[in-house]
Every structure is written in C-alpha cells, then in structure tokens.
C-alpha cells in the first residue's frame, strides 16, 4: 500500500481516485464544499457511527447532514485541499485536509465576521459497500473560532 499525497481539491479527488473507497471519502468533504445536504444519502450509511458527533448531535446520517448545512449555512467560498491520503485494510481510508472559507453566515455561535479561514483536519472512516459506516474526525476547532472571532 502506497501512501498517496497530494493538494488536489476534494472534487478533482473524487473524479480522479483509483479505488471506491477513496472516491467515497472525497465525497464526503465534497459535500461540505458544495452544501449538498441530500447527497449525504449517497456518501453515508443511514446507521453511520460518527464517533465524534458535535455537542448536542446525534451520531447517525441526521448529524452529519445538520454537519454540512452548518458549514453550508456558515461559510462561503468553502475548499478541501486533500493533502494526504491512504487506503487501509478492511476499507478504512484516512484523509488530512485542508479547509479555506469566508465566514459569511452564523456558525458555532458566532455570527458572520466576513473573515477568512483556514484549518486543517483528519477523517478516518470505513467505507462498506460503497457508503462510510463509521468517522472519526478531528479538525483546528479553536483555530476556527479564534479566526472567526477575530481573536489571536
């Protein structure tokens, strides 16, 4: 197994992956770029285990649409630059990524400052049958807040 790295955006990724899973997992930070909320239904499990689910959301397909409309609903301009990705055994995938975005609506409790962002992130998840059935994600949060915020 060859770790592929790259700066590709996660569409170029989605076009250009060499294996199901890897276009899965592109798809998912796709749909955070584009706000496609119904394409959860095509990227993740109906019974999908997010086992990092925001305060106050439940783990499930439900919580990762409410995912996408917040970053949707918050954000301009959004992009994933896949930085890094490997394909593991048992259909697991890894994705570091970039993200750069305008914050032009509320999000996280902050209302729209107009101030660019840029934060990067992990996903691990396991892709069964063509759908991602369990996430672990990781992303700069603080870094987020403080750049929207305005804060240092």
Do not use: C
């Not at 796709?30 to 999908?48: H, I, K, Q, R, S």
């Not at 697991?92 to 400052?113: E, I, K, N, Q, Y």
């Amino acid at each position: 197994m060859t770790a592929i790295t790259t700066a590709n955006t996660s569409s170029e990724m989605v076009r250009s992956a060499t294996s199901t899973a890897l276009r899965v997992a592109a798809r998912e930070l796709e749909l955070y770029d584009t706000g496609d909320v119904d394409g959860a239904d095509e990227v993740f499990a109906p019974d999908v285990i997010d086992h990092n689910p925001a305060t106050g959301v439940a783990s499930g397909i439900d919580g990762m649409r409410a995912s996408i409309a917040a970053v949707r609903d918050g954000f301009t301009d959004t992009q994933h630059r896949i930085l890094f990705q490997q394909e593991l055994p048992g259909g697991w995938v890894v994705l570091h990524w970039r993200m750069t975005a305008v914050h032009t609506g509320d999000a996280f409790g902050f209302a729209a400052s107009g101030n660019p962002v840029d934060i990067n992130g992990q996903d691990i998840m396991r892709v069964v049958d063509g759908k991602i059935t369990e996430i672990y994600h990781v992303e700069e949060l603080l870094k987020l807040t403080q750049q929207i915020s305005g804060g240092a």
